[in-house]
């Protein structure tokens, strides 16, 4: 096996490929995108006065964007833009990009989620394991690595589409531990040069521990890059004045200043400040502290205050692509800088939404990477994989047979052995709507003579089909299934071997009932009951969250016990978030008013959210959208016309 020394080059030789080919394929016609789920406008606990007043001004028309997904996809599509959603591209348009990216062999990466009469350790899902564990895999020059090798790998590509965001005044903060700083630097040299490198930032803090057999670890590293050192921003930072300076500089001058006398001269406080050097001492996040959010690796506002104060001006771009509790965003938000955050993680983009809800943050956009599995599919199994190699892969794992292509043009319908029932696969790059299903319900009536049953197996979801299906015999009877291809397929089928191996364990008993080791799971959705409108005002109640199976749900089987009963007893519980658009215009979600657990300002309840509330209705369009996430991210909508209603 190939030392890390050795393997540097290689890694640096094939991060650079990667990126220049990302870079190449910005301008196709099949670049990423984003995909706004939620236009959110901070209103918890507003008066209704408050709301119907609200009159917020931005420049440039700009939005906060909070962004889910792979950040590789997310810069991608960051410096593609989408002229045609009015978001131009980033490349060349941010100050200031903070990142402190994972790399901790003994952190614990499960949720813990409270519920009423229940505590669930959530697993994370592949895709979130394979993004924070440091036992990534890699191939490199043909060799399989793990560790360190494989997290430089992981890193080169992104650097380079940072360095490609970044204005020409802009500056890269690469916050480290012990565990990889040194390696880091060589690639940073190489990306940005030797001659940009600005700091070896040292931040000290105090912890508990202290060992014997060495010294006790007490900092981390940052390493400060420019674009380019001659335009850079750098405002210079001045040590915080000692306790009780005031009682040291007891005279006042007709200004109003402050000042000492010293042998016969005016000293002014300002002349006494020192600035500040590269070592930093900070303390980590107080457990008690009114910031913090109870998340592992959360940064002290003070250390990013310094960093967001010395390297971007007011109305500066700041941007953090492992957004984590969202401490970047939040003190960028506090000093008047417009932010980009994004995370791989649904615990941590929840966490951040709370947040800046709960900081009274400006208008924001919640986003998310389109078209997710296609550039999954295309990054594992190259650009010559078809959507109809993956739809066999599909039908296979779930215990089918696939028709023959000359029957099957699209590659996208099986039959279960002994048995009239139809299974349809819809595209990866397809949102599963109402249209889809009619066209799964058509291939059941009319493809080969007809069949019994169809089950759809669909990657992507309308987050309204709920309310769709409440509606339709054919689900209701059990006619038609509908079930969700595991998002973590795809990192699942990385190795050659892993299709045979899960293939292999695939089985129909004569009856039908299929064995296999892959978990398709059933879809989830919200109800709510029917809205009263009254006047100028609405009110909204949930009325019920279904879950029809726990399969789908990242937990092992002590902790799916737990959440059965939950599901049975109460399932309104599982509802982490919910907000409300009373003005929908069937596009975008435009998020008005907003709830979540742990918010007691309006109950005293932390384990459930209000599920009653009554707002102003300024109604143009006729609907009112209700869009939910459930406490493992899962999402669900309502829309509901208002109209029928009346007063």
Known sequence: MSSLIELLPKVVSEGRREANRILDGLSAASRITLQTNELIQPHKDRSQAEILNDDIEYVDDWKNRLIYGDNLLVMQAL???????????????????????????????????ELPGANIDSKPTVLEQFAYADTWSANIDGEDVKGTAAYLKYMYPRLVLMRELLSEQGSLYFHVDWHIGHYVKVLLDDIFSKDNF??????????????????????????????????????????????????????????????????????????????????????????????????????????????IKASSNPNSIVADFFGGSGTTAAVAEKLGRKWITSDIGKPATMIMRKRFIDNDAGEFLYQSVGDYQREQMSTNFGARFRIGDLNQIVINLYGAVPFREEDNPRRNLGKIPRTKRLVYVASPSELVSANTIKRALDEMNTFQGGWDKVALLGWNFRSDLGAYLETLEEYKNGTLTIEIIPPDLLDQLKSKTTFKKLSDQVAVDPDGTIHTPVRFSSLQYLTIKDPIVNGNEITVELDNYVILSSDSLPLDSKNKDKMNEVIARDPLALIEYWSIDTDFDGNVFRSTWQDYRQNTNNDSDALHVVNKVTLPLNNTTGLIAIRAVDVFGFESEVVEEINKYGN
């Open 79 to 113: 410096l593609a833009g989408d002229p045609a959603s009015g978001l131009p591209s980033m490349r060349g348009k941010i100050d200031l990009i903070y990142i402190d990216p994972p790399y901790d062999s003994k952190a614990d990466y499960r949720t813990k989620i």
């Open 198 to 307: 600005m700091n070896e930032v040292v931040w000290h803090y105090v912890s508990g521990n202290s060992p014997r057999t060495n010294y006790a670890k007490k900092h981390d590293t940052i390493f400060l890059y420019s674009k380019n050192n001659n335009s850079k921003i750098f405002n210079i930072q001045y040590r915080p004045k000692k306790e009780g300076w005031e009682k040291k500089y007891d005279q006042v001058d007709e200004n109003g200043n402050r000042y000492k006398w010293v042998n016969g001269r005016m000293i002014y406080p300002n002349s006494a400040e020192t600035p500040i050097d590269d070592v930093w001492d900070i303390p980590i996040v107080n457990p008690m502290a009114q910031e913090k959010v109870d998340y592992g690796t959360q940064k002290p506002e003070a250390l990013l205050e310094r960093i």
